[in-house]
């Protein structure tokens, strides 16, 4: 059941995309990409939301663990850096 309430409310997310995605939509969307570990997915939704102005850590956060399992290191530096912008003592992004 689960998994169906997942697909469901990424799917619905996915919709939204033709139009303007609002930060509900964005948050939830990545963060069930994230735990499904679909980083192109996620990657597609951050950058849909960050054209739509929505930008926050954890956004950042989960585009750039995206990046990072990608192999795509200097993508991934780079949102770690604006994660930092918004929490500049976080352990994680500094590391």
């Not at 997310?13 to 990409?33: H, M, R, V, W």
């Not at 954890?58 to 192999?71: K, N, S, T, V």
């Not at 795509?72 to 918004?86: D, S, V």
Request: net charge negative; glycine share 6%.
């Amino acid at each position: 059941m689960r998994k169906l309430i997942s697909i469901l409310l990424i799917f619905s997310g996915s919709l939204a995309f033709s139009q303007e995605l609002t930060f509900k939509q964005a948050d939830t969307a990545t963060y069930n990409q994230y735990l499904q570990g679909d980083w192109k997915a996620l990657i597609e939704t951050g950058e849909a939301a960050l054209e739509s102005n929505i930008n926050y850590y954890y956004l950042q956060m989960r585009m750039a663990y995206a990046w990072f399992a990608q192999e795509q290191y200097r993508r991934a530096i780079g949102h770690y850096k604006n994660a930092l912008e918004f929490s500049s003592g976080d352990h994680t992004a500094n590391e």
